[in-house]
């Protein structure tokens, strides 16, 4: 058996890295929007406005707890954690998840109870139009750079908070429909804006958790990584065949051990050359962060 641990080019180091740079640039873009959406929405009473500034205000919370995630999945592995800390980050995500369940779950409640009991709601929507306008635009822009990222380096907690300032972007646009809406005289605008931002939330918070607790029960890669695993295999010509690959997710790195048939007659010495052979043409193949197991069969003998 040959194992050795493979890290992604795209790895950088942890006080430099880039992941920490789009957080922080998040984390500002959220500071200044929770201040706008919050006083905004008080001075002229809008519901769809103050939940907004309190999903910003998550963003900022879920900012801090992935920095907090990606520290500490960064961390090498050591004694007691020999395969890593990417759970951690993992669990970030899951953090961030909950959350914003949490708090789609208030808005809804809160909209729901006033459009139920035709409470009046009127507003002045020139300053709504005009901060959530400005919210779409920045979160947007915020939203694709960090998923460009996310992407590249595989990251389920940067995914995860690029979803949260997309949702946030979504949210913000339902505020400027609403606002519109009460601008032409219906009143329950705003409210019916709130109840849609509450429901976008909830998607996202639910498809987020789905995802970070198939990773922590070590639920196979997707099939489109799975099928770029066997295809790298299959082009793997100086074995004589591969069987019982296993697959995993742990935060950013893929966890994988597959069974390779070689020649009866080959040396420990040359066998254990080729594992090494096959794990460098895996990681030159495959953009991703691995850690891989190789467990070598003669054929002669017959497959566990």
Known sequence: MHEQQLTAKEITTPGNSPEKRVVYLGLIINIVLIIAKLIGGILVSSLALIADGVHSLTDLITDLIVLWGLNLAARPADRNHPYGHGKLETLASLIVSAILLAVSLGIMKKAFSCLLHGVPHPIDPRWVLTIALISVILKEFVYQKT??????????????????????????????VGAVAGWLGWHGGDLAAGLVVGGMIAFVALKMGYQGVGQLLEEAVSPTIQQQIETTLNQFTNILSWHHLRTRRVGREVFLDVHI?????????TSHELAHRLEEFIKESLPYSLNIIIHIEPDAAEPD
């Open 261 to 269: 048939l070689v020649p009866g007659e080959m040396t420990v010495a």
């Open 147 to 176: 998923s460009t990222l996310a992407k590249r380096l595989h990251s389920p907690a940067l995914e995860a908070n690029a979803w949260h300032h997309r949702s946030d972007a979504l949210s913000s646009l339902v505020v400027l």
